[in-house]
């Protein structure tokens, strides 16, 4: 069964420092992962997906994040933290229909 | 274009009553899932929908819950005789259908309906 782990439900970081949300995936072939954050009281947005094209995948807002099949990981980077950064993130994998999501990691970016 | 539209934003009951919320969908988009946040909790998947299919209610807690959902149109989450553990924030997502070999098309979420059972 496929499943995707995210290892911190918290992270802080200072503005202006990299950003590490890491993740980590389960799957018996190859997975589409997908990030996305969220901000308070609003839905989803996708940050970037993985679809076994280039495995380091570039999103919005300055996000990348690599696909490492030898570490089963799914690392979400950001070179330099900035404030509106502050909200929840979720790695996520889909199968053949369903999407699949991880408990999500807070990140909290200090002044 | 117009994203997932959920209505209403918030609704606050009491124990024991019925409720009903509404997703409308991105139109074209054929798959539409929801989900339920509880506070400070991850996604859990309630039930998927796909055109005219047999919906995948796999995820659905109780048989309180329901959903409908006519064609590729609009869909309404059911909750019967709320209780309090039913306190979330639900959410709607729709994307395309994914073809077989085909790219993986991503979710779009609705900002939600927050739920508050007293």
């Known amino acids: 069964a496929q499943s995707v782990t995210q290892l911190d439900s918290h992270v802080s970081v200072s503005e202006g420092t990299p950003v590490l949300l890491r993740c980590n995936y389960s799957?018996?072939?190859?997975?589409?992962l997908f990030w996305y954050v969220q901000h308070p009281n609003k839905g989803l947005q996708l940050l970037l997906k993985?679809?076994?094209?280039?495995?380091l995948v570039k999103g919005i807002n300055g996000f990348e994040a690599e696909f490492k099949k030898s570490e089963t990981s799914f690392h979400l980077t950001k070179p330099s933290a900035h404030m509106s950064d502050a909200a929840e993130y979720f790695c996520?994998?889909?199968?053949?229909?369903?999407?699949?999501f991880g408990t999500g990691t807070r990140l909290k970016v200090l002044a | 274009g117009a994203g997932v539209s959920q209505s209403p934003s918030n609704k606050v009951t009491e124990k024991g009553k019925d409720v009903e919320l509404r997703c409308d969908p991105i139109?074209?988009?054929?798959?539409l899932y929801w989900y339920r946040q509880r506070l400070g909790q991850g996604l859990e998947f309630l039930i998927y929908?796909?055109?005219?299919?047999?919906?995948?209610k796999s995820g659905l807690p109780s048989d309180r819950f329901s959903a409908e959902r006519t064609g590729e149109s609009v869909s309404t989450l059911t909750i019967q005789r709320t209780q309090q553990e039913d306190s979330a924030v639900y959410l709607c997502?729709?994307?395309?259908?994914?073809?077989?070999?085909?790219?993986?098309?991503?979710?779009?979420f609705g900002n939600g309906t927050r739920l508050t059972v007293t």
């Open positions: 799957s018996s072939y190859s997975p589409s």
């Open positions: 997502a729709s994307s395309h259908s994914r073809r077989a070999g085909g790219l993986i098309s991503p979710l779009h």
């Open positions: 993985y679809t076994s094209a280039a495995t």
């Open positions: 929908f796909q055109g005219n299919s047999a919906p995948d």
């Open positions: 996520g994998t889909s199968g053949t229909y369903k999407y699949i």
């Open positions: 139109s074209g988009h054929t798959a």
